[in-house]
Each structure stands twice: as C-alpha cells, then as structure tokens.
C-alpha cells in the first residue's frame, strides 16, 4: 500500500509567521502535488514537482512556495502566512508515466489567526 | 483548459435509496476520470477509475459510475446507500494536456439517514 504522511494533522499559526507543512511518501513516486481544499471550492492545486529538484506552478502558487530536495520529501512553505491561507492542505503523490491515480495524504489543518 | 462540475452539492437520502452524483468535465480529448471519496475524518481515498475500455466501471463499497462521451459526463451511481456512505464525494478529470494534476469538482457532500 502507499503510504503518504504528513507532518501535523492540525496546526495553528499566527499571521506573519513563516510556516512549512512536509509530506513524505515511501512509493518512489516521481510526482508530488500540493492542493488546498476549502468548502464548495474541492481541490486546488497549489504547486507539484515531477522530479527532484522541480516543480511548476498549479493554478493557486501566490503566496506559497515548495522544496524538494529528496525523492521522498515534498515540502509547502508559506512565507508569511495570512488569515485567507487557513484551509485543509493535501499532499499527493503519482507515479510515472500511464500512471494517473493520486495517492493523498491525511492532510493538514492550518489556522492562521 | 480542462473542468469539472458536480452540481448537487448537498444530497441527504435515507438509507436503502438509490444513489446518483452528477459529474460534468469540459475537455474534448482523451481523458482518464476518477471519484474519490472522503469519509468524515479520513483522507481522500480512491473509489473507481475509468482510463479506457468498459464505460460502465465498478468501484469499491458497490459503487459504479458511466462514462458517456458524447455527454461529457461521468456520473457516479449506487443502488441502494447505507448510513456508512455518508461522505463527500469528488469527481476529478485528467486530461491528455500533459498536465500531471487532476482537476477536482467541487464535491458532493452526501448525507445518509437511518
């Protein structure tokens, strides 16, 4: 089975605050994904990475920024964090080619106060 | 540009109804199309896929949904719901864009009554 955890499942922030949320996965998954999920808007995609080392811009990047510098890791920091970024935050992870199927995380509440 | 619409956004049955979630996705290309499925809790899971071949797909838990291209629609069905089923339900789309993200619906949030 595919196992993708994340750091915290509820954290509470204050505003200004430079914040990293981390997802790991232990598949050898190429892609990780970074979606945002808020009431009667489902998932939006944040930021993914095909590789180590990359990553492109989903459709909502402003504000956040990703690392990832083991195959495994798949990190989303906020810089500075603001009252309109407290959501559910999701990690994903897909194989590589012909693979489509998304593995998600437990996901992280984040509260900026 | 690829999208997703689910229109209920808020079904409540009672129990032993029979089930039907709208799903609507707007790309003209090949496309693979899933549900996944979030119980009060738990984390997305899986709950069919469809990527080629039999348009009519059954998934976990007795759940089924059909693929019908000419109506851009991939509605997800069940028979007959239990108080368990309550949850949200979420249509994705992945289209042959070479974008390697699903596109999410909204969600349906299904609420089953005993």
């Known amino acids: 089975d595919v196992k993708v955890t994340q750091s915290s499942r509820y954290l509470v922030k204050r505003t200004g605050e430079k914040v990293f949320l981390e997802c790991v996965q232990d598949m050898d998954h190429e892609n990780m994904f970074w979606y945002r999920q808020d009431p009667g808007l489902g998932l939006r995609l944040i930021y993914f990475s095909y590789d180590v080392k990359m990553k492109e811009k989903g459709d909502i990047p402003e504000g956040y920024s990703v690392s990832r510098e083991k195959k495994e890791r798949f990190s989303l920091i906020l810089e500075s964090a603001s009252t309109n970024q407290t959501s559910m935050y999701l990690c994903?992870?897909?194989?590589?080619?012909?693979?489509?199927?998304?593995?998600f995380g437990p996901g992280t509440r984040l509260t900026v106060t | 540009a690829q999208s997703v619409s689910q229109h209920n956004h808020h079904v409540i049955l009672s129990e032993a109804a029979s089930l039907e979630l709208g799903c609507n996705y707007s790309y003209g290309g090949t496309v693979n199309l899933f549900w996944y499925v979030q119980y009060p809790g738990q984390h997305l899971q899986l709950l069919l896929k469809y990527f080629s071949g039999d348009p009519l797909v059954k998934g976990i838990k007795g759940f089924e949904a059909e693929f019908i291209k000419s109506k851009f629609s991939f509605n997800l069905r069940k028979p007959s719901v239990q108080w368990s089923d309550t949850a949200e339900y979420f249509c994705a789309v992945n289209g042959n864009t070479g974008r390697r993200a699903l596109t999410f619906g909204s969600g349906t949030r299904l609420q089953v009554q005993p």
């Open positions: 994903a992870t897909r194989g590589g080619t012909g693979h489509y199927e998304q593995y």
